[in-house]
């Protein structure tokens, strides 16, 4: 069904969770108006992607926070949402030996505690290995690069499950 013809509570039921547990960004997607255009998923991507850069640094940030650590306790637990275990899934997050088990972990603590948010990459198509590589390399950045960087994985996350949705 076309999405112009969607009503609010269906617009957020479908598009709520394409930004991780961030429905405002659909809320405010429909009171801007849905048009045939949005069912090109370049032309909505970008909509969402302005929608989200157009909030405050505050509402970024608890964007960035609102995604799950990456092969951390809620991977672990079976409390990730679907999108995000379909995600880590993909890129084998769910097979880690011991080793990369504890340094995805040293890795999450340090990282959390120097940017205040989880580490984000967009990890379909991506092996373990280059995770823990732009992990390693991430890690080292200065807060002002790496809050970009991590909006920057966001916007791939949500392109990427828009693609999911075949609009």
């Known amino acids: 069904m076309p999405l112009e013809e969607l009503n ?11 930004y991780e547990h961030s429905s405002w960004v659909a809320e405010i997607l429909f009171s801007q108006g849905i048009t045939s255009q ?11 992607k302005e929608i989200v850069e157009a909030s405050s640094d505050e509402k970024k940030l608890n964007l960035l926070k609102a995604h799950p650590e990456l092969a951390g306790k809620l991977a672990i637990s079976g409390n990730l949402t679907k999108d995000s275990t379909a995600e880590q899934t993909s890129a084998g997050l ?12 040293k890795l999450n603590l340090e990282y959390t505690k120097k940017f205040g948010h989880p580490f984000i990459i967009a990890v379909r198509g991506l092996k373990r290995s280059e995770i823990l590589t732009s992990f390693n390399d991430r890690v080292n950045n200065d807060s002002e690069k790496e809050f970009s960087t991590a909006m920057e994985e966001v916007h791939k996350i949500a392109r990427l499950r828009l693609e999911q949705l075949s609009l």
Not at 8 to 18: D, H, M, P, R, Y
Not at 94 to 105: I, V
């Open 8 to 18: 609010q509570a269906e617009i957020i039921n479908l598009l709520g969770s394409i």
């Open 38 to 48: 949005d069912n090109n998923v370049d032309f909505l991507a970008e909509r969402m």
């Open 94 to 105: 769910d097979q880690c030996s011991k080793e990369e088990f504890a340094e995805f972990s």
